[in-house]
C-alpha cells in the first residue's frame, strides 16, 4: 500500500532529480556544442512538453466522459507538424533573423515594433495561462489525494490538509523550484540547455508511465477486443454519434492554434531551436510521440469504465486503476508521470511567461523613468532576473486563485479548453504577421484585444459559475436581464456548446476587425519595413535594415547600453568582433547604420524588441529617422524586390561609383601625406652635404693660413660633397619624374642580356676594388623584351652595385644569373653578404631608406632601389627580393617576354 | 506536403470522418477508433519520408556559436 509520505518524498525525491540533470545539461552545453543535448531527438522531445497533466490524466477522462473528442487535441498538433514546411519553418527563420524571443516579441516586432502590443499580448497570455495552471495543481493535487485518501494509513502527514492547502505547496515548490532553474542567468537568445534537458528527461518518463500503464490494462483485460466487448455488453460504447459536431472542430482548431501560440511552444519550438533542421526530424516524431501518448487512452478510459465502482473519478484512472489492482509499483511509476507531465508544464510555461512579462512590461518601465547611460555594468542584468523571479511567483499565484475559485469543478480538459481559447486569439494575427503584407498594427491590436475581451466574457466567466450565485444569475438572465449577452448564448445563439460558442464568437470577432481593420487603416513606416521583413523573409535572406539614423551617438555611449544589458564580457566581444569585421581599433569604432541594427537585435534577444528599440532610440539622438525617408526606404525596397531590377542596378552602380570615389580620395589623401613626408626626408638629405659644404667653405674662409695639404683635403671634401647633393637631385628629380610620368620613354624591343652584360661591365671596376668574386651562372638564349635599353642597364647597375657595397663578407661573391620560365625573362642577382633583416624587406624599396647595415662610407641617398622598381614597373616587370642561392640578399627582375 | 495537410485535414473533419463512422469492428477495436489512428499513422510516415526527400538546409545554422 502506498502512504501519502512516500509518494511525496518520491516526488520531492524527483525533482532533485530533475535539477541535477538540468544543471549537468546546463553545463554540459555551455563546455560542449556538440554534445548530444543539441540533437534533434531532444528538440522533439522537448516539444512534448505539449502533454501534461492534461494529456495523463485528463485524456483518459475526456474519453471516459466524451469518447473520441481527446484525440483533436494531438491531430490538430499533428496537422500543423506535418505542414511544417509553411508555417513552422517560417517561424524559426524569422525568429533566428529577428532574435525573437516570444510570441509577444513576435508580434510586437512585426507591428512596428509596437510596445503596446507586446503588453497586451503579455496580460492575456499571463490571464490566460492561469487556468493551464490551475489544472497542473489540480491534476497533482487531485494524484497525491488518490493515493493518500484510499486508506486511512496513506494519510500520513496530510491529516488535516485539505487539498487548496496541499495545493498550495505544490504552487509553492513549483515556484522555488522554477526560479532556481530557469532565472540563473540572462541569454541573449533566451536559450535554457539545462531546463531543456530536464524537459526531454521528463517526456521520456511520462510516456514510458502511461505505456506502461496502457500495456498492463490490456494485459489484465484480455486484450483490446475483450476490453471493447466487455464494455459494450456492461453499455459502454465509443459514442461516436455526436462526436463530430462543431466541437470537434472547436477543439481541432483551438489546439492547431496552440500547438504555435502557448508561451511554452513557442519558447521549446522556436527560441530554443539551435538548428532548423532538427524541424524535419521533428515533424514527423513529434506527431509519432502523441500518437503513442494516445494509444492506449481510450482502453483505460474503457475499463476504467467498466471495472472501477461507479462515481470514480475517470480523470485519476491511469493512476487508481493499477492501485486497484494491488500494483504499487506501477501505481508510482503512473504518478511519476503524471508528476511529470504537470512539472514540466509549469516550469516552461512560467519561465516563457516570465521572461514575457520582464522584456515586455518590466524592462519597458524601466526604461522609461530612468535615463540610458546611467547605472552599474550589472544593472540591467540583475533587474531583469529580478523582475522574472518576482513574475514567476506572480503567474503560478494566479494559477493557484484561480485553482483556489473553481475547485469544485470536476474535469480537467474543460479547465485547458479554456485556456486555449484565450491564447488562439493570437493566432489569426500570428498568421497575418507571417503571410499579410497589409496586416497592420492598428487592426491587430483591436482585434486581439476584442477577441480576448469576448473570451473573458463567453469562455472566462462562466468558468466561475459554481463559485458565485451571481456569475450564475448573470449567465442565466444576462447582465441588468438584456437575455442576447448571456455569457453563453451571445446574441441569441441558444443551443450552442459553450466551448464552441466562445471560441467561435472570440475568434470571429477576432479575424474580422484584424481583416476589415487592416483594409481600412494605413501602416506606419516601421511596421512596412518590418512587414517586408517578415512577409519576405526566404526572399531577401538576411537583409534587415536598422532604422536608425546616425545621430551624435559614439561607440562609447552605445558600449555604455550594451555593457549594462548584455554584461561586460558580452559587450566587449561584440564590439570587438565589430572592430574586427571593420578592421580597426576598437577604440576607433565608428557605430554605423548596420551595426547599431545588429546591436538593437542582439540587446532584443536580452530584453525583447521593442525595449531595445526604445533604449537605443534614446541613444542615438535623432532618434528614429523622419517619415518621409523611412517610406521612402520602404517602398524603395519593395520596388526592387518586386518590380524591378532596374532599381537594384542602379544602386550596384551608385555603390561602386561612391566605392570608387572613395578609393581615389584615399589614394590622394596617401599621395597627399607621402609627399609631405618625401619633401621632410629630402631636406633632411640635402642638409647633410650642404652642412659639410658650409663649415669646410667657412674655415677656409676664415683661416688664411693654411697648410696645403690640408686646403687640397677641404676643397676636395667640398668637391666630393657638392658631386654627391648633384647626384642626389639628379635622382630626386629623375624619381619624382618616373613618379609623375613625365619622364616616359617609348617600350621598345630590347635585348636584356645585352642590358644585363652592359651593366656587369660598368661594375667591374667597383668589382675589382672591393675584390669581389663574381660568379656567373647561367644565363637566357638572348631574347626580346619590351623596354628602354639605357634604363634597363640602369636598374641591372643600381642592383650590382648594390651588392657589391652592402657586403661585407670577407671573400664576397656576387652571382647573376638569367633565364626564361613561363613567358617571362628573369635576372637573379644574388649575394653572400648580411643580407635584409626581415622587418626591412619591405622598406628598402621606399625612398631614403638604407639598409639598417649600410657600410659607414654609404654614400647613396636611399633612392636607388625606389628608382629601379619605378623602372621596371614602367616596363611592365617586377623587382623583388627572393629567397636566393646564396646566404645573402638576392634581388629578382622579371619583364614579360615579347611575343 | 502541402497536399498531405489538406488532406489529413480533410479526412479528420465532418463530413468525410462520417464514411467511417459506421458500427464495424475490426480486431475488436471500433471502426473509426481504428480508422483515426491508420490516418495519423499514415500522416506520420507520409511526413518523415517528404523529410528525408528534403536536402539538408545548411544556410542558417544558427547554432550558438556567439557564446
Known amino acids: ?899 | 506536403m502541402l497536399l498531405l495537410t489538406v488532406l489529413g485535414a480533410l479526412l479528420m473533419m465532418p463530413p468525410l470522418v462520417y464514411v467511417f463512422d459506421q458500427p464495424i469492428f475490426h480486431f475488436g477495436i471500433p471502426q473509426i477508433v481504428f480508422y483515426l489512428f491508420v490516418l495519423w499513422l499514415l500522416l506520420i510516415i507520409g511526413t518523415a519520408l517528404l523529410a528525408r526527400a528534403l536536402p539538408n538546409d545548411d544556410s542558417t545554422d544558427s547554432g550558438d556559436g556567439d557564446r
Request: some cysteine; glycine content about 8%; charged content about 15%.
Open chain 1, 1 to 899: 500500500m502506498l502512504s501519502a509520505d512516500f509518494v511525496i518524498a518520491t516526488a520531492v525525491g524527483y525533482v532533485g532529480l530533475l535539477f541535477v540533470l538540468a544543471y549537468l545539461g546546463d553545463r554540459r552545453a555551455r563546455s560542449n556544442k556538440k554534445s548530444f543535448l543539441h540533437s534533434p531527438a531532444v528538440y522533439t522531445l522537448s516539444i512534448s512538453v505539449y502533454c501534461t497533466s492534461w494529456t495523463f490524466y485528463g485524456a483518459v477522462g475526456n474519453a471516459a466522459r466524451s469518447g473520441l473528442e481527446f484525440l483533436t487535441i494531438y491531430l490538430g498538433p499533428t496537422l500543423v507538424f506535418v505542414g511544417w514546411w509553411f508555417l513552422l519553418r517560417r517561424l524559426v527563420r524569422i525568429s533566428h533573423n529577428q532574435r525573437i524571443t516570444s510570441v509577444a516579441d513576435l508580434l510586437s516586432s512585426r507591428f512596428g515594433k509596437s510596445s503596446r502590443l507586446a503588453v497586451l499580448i503579455t496580460c492575456i497570455a499571463v490571464i490566460g495561462i492561469a487556468p493551464y495552471i490551475a489544472l497542473q495543481l489540480k491534476a497533482v493535487t487531485s494524484s497525491i489525494q488518490a493515493v493518500a485518501g484510499s486508506s486511512e494509513f496513506g494519510q500520513g502527514s496530510l491529516k488535516g490538509i485539505d487539498d487548496v492547502g496541499l495545493a498550495f505547496g505544490v504552487a509553492a515548490g513549483m515556484a522555488l523550484f522554477t526560479i532556481l532553474f530557469g532565472t540563473r542567468h540572462v541569454d541573449a537568445k533566451e536559450q535554457h540547455h539545462g531546463v531543456v534537458a530536464a524537459i526531454a528527461f521528463e517526456a521520456v518518463v511520462k510516456l514510458a508511465a502511461l505505456l506502461a500503464v496502457g500495456i498492463f490494462v490490456v494485459f489484465v483485460g484480455g486484450g483490446f477486443e475483450n476490453i471493447f466487448s466487455r464494455a459494450a455488453e456492461a453499455g459502454i460504447t465509443v459514442d461516436s454519434e455526436n462526436t463530430f459536431d462543431a466541437r470537434w472542430l472547436t477543439t481541432m482548431a483551438l489546439s492547431v492554434a496552440a500547438i504555435v501560440c502557448l508561451p511554452r511552444q513557442f519558447q521549446v519550438t522556436v527560441v530554443e531551436n539551435s538548428n532548423e533542421n532538427y524541424l524535419k526530424v521533428a515533424s514527423w516524431a513529434f506527431p509519432a510521440y502523441m500518437l503513442l501518448m494516445s494509444l492506449f487512452i481510450l482502453p483505460i478510459a474503457v475499463f476504467g469504465l467498466t471495472t472501477m465502482p461507479a462515481g470514480s473519478n475517470p480523470d485519476m484512472f491511469a493512476l487508481t486503476l493499477p492501485m486497484a489492482f494491488g500494483q504499487d509499483a506501477l501505481a508510482l511509476f503512473a504518478f511519476i508521470g503524471g508528476f511529470s507531465s504537470a512539472t514540466s508544464m509549469i516550469i516552461l510555461e512560467s519561465i516563457a511567461l516570465s521572461i514575457m512579462v520582464s522584456n515586455h512590461i518590466v524592462m519597458p518601465l524601466v526604461l522609461r523613468f530612468s535615463s540610458a547611460g546611467t547605472g552599474d555594468g550589472q544593472g540591467v542584468t540583475s533587474m531583469v532576473l529580478m523582475a522574472r523571479r518576482f513574475s514567476i511567483v506572480l503567474i503560478l499565484s494566479l494559477g493557484f486563485f484561480y485553482f483556489f475559485f473553481t475547485r469544485d469543478s470536476n474535469a480537467l480538459a474543460p479547465i485547458g479548453l479554456i485556456s486555449f481559447t484565450a491564447i488562439a486569439q493570437f493566432f489569426p494575427a500570428v498568421i497575418a504577421a507571417l503571410f499579410w503584407r497589409e496586416a497592420s498594427l492598428k487592426a491587430a491590436t483591436a482585434a486581439i484585444a476584442a477577441g480576448f475581451v469576448f473570451w473573458v466574457w463567453c469562455s472566462f466567466l462562466p468558468s466561475f459559475e459554481s463559485v458565485s450565485p451571481h456569475v450564475a444569475w448573470l449567465l442565466q438572465h444576462g447582465p441588468w436581464g438584456i437575455s442576447w449577452l448571456r455569457p453563453e448564448a451571445m446574441f441569441g445563439l441558444d443551443g450552442m456548446d459553450q466551448l464552441a460558442h466562445a471560441a467561435f464568437w472570440s475568434l470571429s470577432v477576432n479575424i474580422l476587425i484584424l481583416t476589415v481593420g487592416s483594409l481600412l487603416t494605413s501602416q506606419s513606416a516601421l511596421e512596412r519595413i518590418q512587414a517586408s521583413v517578415f512577409v519576405d523573409v526566404f526572399r531577401r535572406g538576411q537583409v534587415t535594415r536598422g532604422n536608425f539614423v546616425l545621430g551624435s551617438a559614439t561607440a562609447n555611449d552605445l558600449y555604455f547600453v550594451a555593457e549594462r544589458v548584455l554584461g561586460e564580457r558580452r559587450a566587449a566581444a561584440v564590439f570587438a568582433a565589430e572592430a574586427y569585421d571593420a578592421g580597426v581599433d576598437p577604440d576607433m569604432l565608428e557605430p554605423s547604420q548596420d551595426f547599431i541594427g545588429r546591436l538593437e537585435r542582439e540587446l532584443a534577444g536580452s530584453i525583447g524588441a521593442a525595449s531595445a528599440h526604445v533604449m537605443l532610440s534614446k541613444v542615438v539622438s535623432g532618434s528614429d529617422v523622419s517619415l518621409e525617408e523611412m517610406m521612402q526606404m520602404a517602398d524603395e525596397t519593395q520596388q526592387v524586390i518586386e518590380y524591378s531590377q532596374q532599381l537594384e542596378k542602379t544602386s550596384a552602380e551608385l555603390r561602386s561609383t561612391a566605392q570608387q570615389l572613395e578609393d581615389a580620395n584615399a589614394q590622394l589623401r596617401e599621395l597627399d601625406s607621402q609627399k609631405d613626408e618625401f619633401l621632410s626626408q629630402v631636406s633632411h638629405e640635402v642638409r647633410t652635404p650642404m652642412t659639410s659644404i658650409r663649415s669646410f667653405s667657412e674655415i677656409l674662409l676664415e683661416t688664411g693660413d693654411l697648410p696645403d695639404g690640408q686646403r687640397r683635403h677641404f676643397v676636395s671634401t667640398i668637391h666630393q660633397e657638392s658631386l654627391r647633393l648633384t647626384k642626389l637631385l639628379d635622382e630626386i628629380l629623375d624619381l619624382s619624374a618616373l613618379e609623375r610620368g613625365e619622364r616616359s620613354w617609348e617600350n621598345l624591343p630590347v635585348d636584356p642580356e645585352a642590358a644585363l652584360d652592359r651593366a656587369l661591365t660598368v661594375c667591374e671596376a667597383l668589382l675589382r676594388q672591393r675584390g669581389v668574386v663574381l660568379r656567373r651562372g647561367q644565363r637566357a638564349a638572348p631574347s626580346i623584351v619590351e623596354g628602354d635599353a639605357d634604363r634597363l642597364c640602369q636598374v641591372f647597375i643600381n642592383v650590382i652595385s648594390n651588392a657589391i657595397k652592402y657586403n661585407d663578407s670577407d671573400t664576397p661573391v656576387l652571382a647573376v644569373t638569367s633565364s626564361i620560365r613561363a613567358g617571362k625573362y628573369i635576372v637573379e642577382i644574388a649575394d653572400n653578404g648580411p643580407g635584409i633583416a626581415r622587418q626591412e624587406r619591405k622598406l628598402i624599396f621606399e625612398k631614403f631608406s638604407r639598409g639598417q647595415r649600410a657600410v659607414g662610407d654609404q654614400s647613396g641617398a636611399g633612392l636607388g632601389l625606389a628608382i629601379s622598381r619605378q623602372i621596371v614597373t614602367r616596363m611592365n616587370g617586377s623587382l623583388d627580393l627572393v629567397q636566393g642561392s646564396l646566404p645573402g640578399a638576392c634581388f629578382r627582375i622579371r619583364l614579360a617576354l615579347r611575343r
